[in-house]
């Protein structure tokens, strides 16, 4: 009996101490094992990133309000579309490269600003008149949410694929470029002859039968855009 | 000698690691530093289209805007978290995510306008009524004429992870729609109406009429027809 309670002493000793050398040997590595662990670990987060499954959208936080009047006749709309081509400029530490296509389009409206026609403008002589209306201005440019479409990506394997914020960036440019471009695309011009069609039609339709209608000249410090 | 030897062995790595980095570094995030170029390509005019819209009204709004989706987690990430679960003083009850998924953001400001009006093109010859020197004229439903969040509009604040333009874009789209809603709530019709009856008073006033009423009706289901009389009618 003492023989036997002796050797299950010596058989807890000795489990015990197994149990501290295992432990103390982990301890040792645990920095070595964590180590070796931070590099292999990147390796496995390489795939399934796109492997989202579920998506909330959030009602948003309210921050800023406000409401202004405007008069304008809007008389024309220009649809335009553009392609936004974003290349990677070469450089000797680059491996791989980044192309980016995205497809945009732009609505353009332009019209005449009834605010600006006063009394002074309306000449009336039996059933003529005359009306002199303020040129054509822009009224807005609206870039289409749904017309925004990405065509073609390409990121290299070493580098970084494109951002939403990096996207809006070159759409920034684009807006900016559609905007600068308004000049030649005759948008004014357009919207000129159709206000003068509108007012002309509106002015017969309320009985006079002589109808003139005059564009203002634009003025220089209203010039747009 | 041999330290000297190994001493040296080692700072030319440490500066072969720091240049290294320095060129992953810039590979990687160069775009940041203006690594990319775009190109110029043209503009195309696709369709010239004659309207006639009278805006009356302009709502501007800023939101902001967050949406998430939940991530699975890599096998290297759940390794991750058991290595933290085994560090010392770590147990499971303590906080630890266990998830197999991880949450990643995307927050925008999205600063738009809204611009309400009238369709002139919906006008039918019996909205216009005309005897003498008076006028009777009949406006067609007030609406919501457009709702513009241009890219400059728009501000990634926070994007976590990889999120595709079509996930920004349709973010943006529900930005647009929250702001058209509240752009009504907040009364954009009424005063659309309001700000066209006074403009179209002065026109016609302008044109010599003496007698004018204006008559309006928004388009609302539940609402009766409004007879709104011009300011200061005779």
Sequence with gaps: MIALSGSIKRSDAICNQLFRNFRMMTAMHFKKIRLLIIFLVPLFMLPSYSCSFFKKEKESINVIHQIQEMSEMATVEFVVSKVVQVNDVPDWYKIGDRKLLISTKARIKAGTNMKEIGEEDIEISGNSIELRIPHARVINLNMDPESIQEEYSRTGFFRRSFTNEERYGFLVQAEKEIYESIPQMGVLNRANAHSVAFFESWLRAMGFEQVHVVVKPMEKEAKQP | ?234
């Design chain 2, 1 to 234: 000698m041999f330290k000297t030897i190994r001493l040296i062995i080692y700072l030319a790595l440490v500066l072969i690691f720091i240049i290294m980095g320095i060129l992953v570094y810039r590979a990687y995030f160069g775009s940041r530093s203006g690594g990319l170029k775009i190109d110029n390509t043209a503009i195309m005019v696709e369709e010239i289209k004659k309207i006639s819209q009278l805006f009356t009204t302009t709502y501007y709004d800023e939101l902001v805007l967050d949406t998430f989706k939940l991530i699975s987690k890599t096998p290297g990430e759940r390794l991750l978290d058991a290595m933290t679960i085994m560090r010392p003083g770590v147990s499971a009850s303590n906080g630890m995510n266990y998830m197999n998924y991880r949450r990643q953001e995307m927050v925008v400001i999205a600063r738009g306008r809204v611009y309400s009006g009238f369709d002139f093109s919906r006008l039918q010859e019996s909205d216009l009524h005309i005897d003498d020197r008076s006028i009777t004229f009949q406006l067609p439903p007030a609406e919501v004429l457009d709702v513009i969040i241009n890219p400059s509009d728009y501000e990634i604040f926070i994007e976590e992870g990889r999120w595709s333009l079509e996930e920004a874009v349709s973010l943006k789209q529900s930005a647009a729609n929250l702001m058209e809603k509240r752009a009504i709530e907040m009364g954009i019709l009424e005063q659309s109406e309001t700000t066209a009856i006074g403009l179209l008073y002065n026109f016609f006033k302008a044109l010599g009429f003496e007698q004018i009423t204006i008559i309006s009706r928004l388009e609302d289901p539940y609402e009766p027809e409004i007879f709104v009389p011009a300011p200061g009618i005779e």
